[in-house]
């Protein structure tokens, strides 16, 4: 539990780290200047007023970021590279997650963007370069008054199966 706090992980070199955030508010967590490998996993539980980043990073394995109940939350992931990265939000109302400037293997995102939330990909490098089986970018989330933007961004997997989308767009909610 964090009200008003921050948590600030800067030029580390960590092994297997696992954050879980209960009933966080007014609060920032930071991962900068650092490496994680072994499947960093980072879960927030009733996330009110909070902002998250991870900035000039590595990443190895699997990124899974488990967002349960986030309300007027700032997810920002900036000129880091990750191995694969899973978004998985139960409910976001009023919550933007952004990408920019990353470069992964595999992005995957389902669970729902409702109220005014916003996932959006800016200049980022999606490239499986591993697998032509696995496809590079998966989307499966469901998108109510909310946003999904893809922009100055590269989705490809050897040439072939880069982009799936299945999202199903509700009252409002844009692609583009």
């Known amino acids: 539990v964090m009200d008003s706090g921050l948590f600030v992980l800067n030029a ?25 490998s072994s499947s960093p996993s980072f879960t927030f539980t009733t996330a009110t007023d909070f902002e998250f980043a ?30 694969k990265i899973r978004l998985l939000p139960t409910t976001m109302k009023y919550t933007s997650a952004i990408l920019q400037n990353c470069n992964m293997s595999t992005f995957f995102t ?29 989307n499966s989330a469901t998108f109510r008054d909310s946003l999904l933007e893809i922009r100055r961004t590269t989705i490809d997997t050897n040439g072939i199966f880069a982009f799936f989308n299945n999202a199903h767009v509700y009252a409002g909610g844009i692609h583009r």
């Open 12 to 36: 580390s070199s960590v092994d297997a780290l696992t954050l879980s955030f209960v009933a966080i508010t007014n609060s920032q967590v930071a991962v900068m200047n650092s490496t994680l």
């Open 54 to 83: 991870i900035a000039n990073s590595t990443l190895a394995a699997t990124t899974t970021f488990t967002l349960t109940t986030a309300t007027n939350m700032t997810m920002l992931l900036t000129s880091s590279s990750f191995d």
């Open 110 to 138: 389902s669970g729902t963007y409702s109220l005014n939330s916003t996932l959006q990909l800016d200049q980022c490098n999606v490239i499986n370069t591993v697998s032509t089986i696995t496809t590079a970018f998966m």
